[in-house]
Each structure stands twice: as C-alpha cells, then as structure tokens.
C-alpha cells in the first residue's frame, strides 16, 4: 500500500550496521519516521547520514547500552518525550560471540544474553503501552542458529533459541493487546557481524576464514549470502496491514539452507 508507513514512528535497535540499517532505509524510504539506537555515537551518525540519504525523514538517533535496564530506559524515554509513540519495535541489537566452548569464559556468555535477549525483553516491555494504542507490530530479528546446533556458536544458538521462545509467547499477549509479533531468522548474511563470527570460528579451528566461508555456503546449499535488503523487505511486509493476520511466526530469510522441517 502506497505511503503505508508515511509519519509511522519506527523504533530500530542495533539500527547503526548492518541488517538494521538496511531496515531503517527502507522504512524511511517509505516515509517512516525513524529512531535508531545503539552504543557507538560515532556509528550512528553514520547510518543517521544514510538513511536520510534515502530521502525520507531524517531519523533520531539515541546512543545507549542497551545490555542495561538504564540504556533501554534511556531509550524509550527518548522517543516518548519527542513523539509520544510507537507504532513499530524492531530488535536487532545483539552480537554474541563465536568459538571454542572450552575456552569462551562466563562474561561473554552474560554480555550475549544481556544484549540481544534482555535488551529486546526491555524494550518490548517499555514500549508494549504505545505499541498497544497504536495497534502496532513487533519484529525480532534473530537468527538460524535458534534451530541448528553448532559446537562452535553455543552462546548465539542458546540466545536465538530463548529469543524465539520469548517471540513466541510474547505473540499470544500481543493476541490481546492488539499488537503483532513476529520474528525473522536470517541465515549468513553479508554484513561486518558475519566476517567477525567466521574470524572468530578460524581461530577457534585453526582454519582460514575464506575456507570456512566457502564451506558454509557449500554445506547450505545456496547460492549465495543474503543480503541485509532481503531482511529489510521481509521487515517492512510483516509491519504492514496485509501482514495484519501473520501472528507469531518466525521466518528464515536464508535461501533455504536452514535443515530441519520448520
């Protein structure tokens, strides 16, 4: 629907890189106002620059730690003191780390889920009162990994899987308050993240990152990586009204390489 999301105000964790900035351009793209958040100022006036690039409103940025109750708080009192709604909550903040699970020591698996768990366990719940008065939509942006099983990533596998869980249940309340819940799965996709875990998984193997690339695509079965506009456009459609009946649903953008039967 043409200006769907014209004034709409759209609320992007992690908005600064990668899959989240692509969505951030297309919702401003389509007219969207929207609010970027993540830790690094220096990184958020960048994509803050990009996304204005695309013609739409230029967005706000806040920079927080959103590993903190204090930094989603932050947040969200932000944006309701500037526009006193919500109509979109994306959580895409989260970069859990990769490699040798001997070796991985207790504070990486507490900043893993403290990020990418906690925080969109935070702003879901701060946000939840304006994404009920404006009959909004939520979009957690996870991973593949909540349903593969993989030696070397345990602490994103266990934070996607908790996520999804949370995604799940937070639907059927949505169910209620009038608010749609959704998340997505991305499979490997073409974005600074993806070459940190691959540097992380060759040194935790004592292989190249371009052997373990090119194994990667090869054991899935694609033809290439996904490209963080492919996440974007499935974002934009589940916020949409003809998405409105799509309640609770976790979808792979991965080209199919995701195995298992869902």
Request: hydrophobic share 45%; glycine share 12%; with cysteine.
């Amino acid at each position: 629907m043409p200006n769907e999301f014209q004034g709409k105000i759209v609320v992007i964790s992690g908005g600064s890189r990668g899959i989240g900035r692509a969505i951030a351009m297309d919702f401003a793209r389509e007219g969207a106002q929207c609010v970027l958040a993540a830790s690094s100022a220096a990184n958020l006036a960048q994509a803050g620059k990009m996304v204005a690039s695309t013609g739409g409103p230029e967005p706000m940025t806040v920079a927080a730690d959103l590993r903190t109750p204090a930094g989603c708080e932050q947040v969200f009192a932000e944006v309701n003191g500037r526009f006193t709604r919500c109509d979109i909550l994306v959580n895409c903040a989260g970069a859990t780390r990769a490699g040798d699970f001997l070796t991985i020591p207790d504070d990486a698996w507490l900043d893993g889920f403290a990020l990418k768990f906690f925080g969109a366990v935070r702003l879901s719940r701060l946000f939840w009162p304006l994404l009920t008065a404006a009959h909004g939509h939520v979009v957690n942006i996870i991973g593949g990994a909540a349903r593969t099983l993989e030696p070397e990533f345990l602490i994103g596998g266990s934070v996607n899987a908790a996520l999804a869980n949370f995604s799940k249940g937070l639907s059927r309340r949505g169910m209620r308050d009038g608010v749609n819940v959704n998340a997505v799965h991305p499979g490997p996709t073409a974005t600074e993240r993806t070459e940190t875990l691959l540097r992380q998984r060759a040194e935790a193997s004592g292989r190249s990152v371009e052997e373990l690339r090119a194994e990667m695509l090869a054991k899935s079965g694609v033809a290439r990586m996904a490209q963080p506009e492919d996440v974007a456009a499935l974002t934009l459609f589940l916020c949409s009204e003809r998405a409105r009946h799509i309640q609770g649903t976790a979808t792979a953008v991965d080209g199919g390489g995701t195995p298992g039967t869902y």
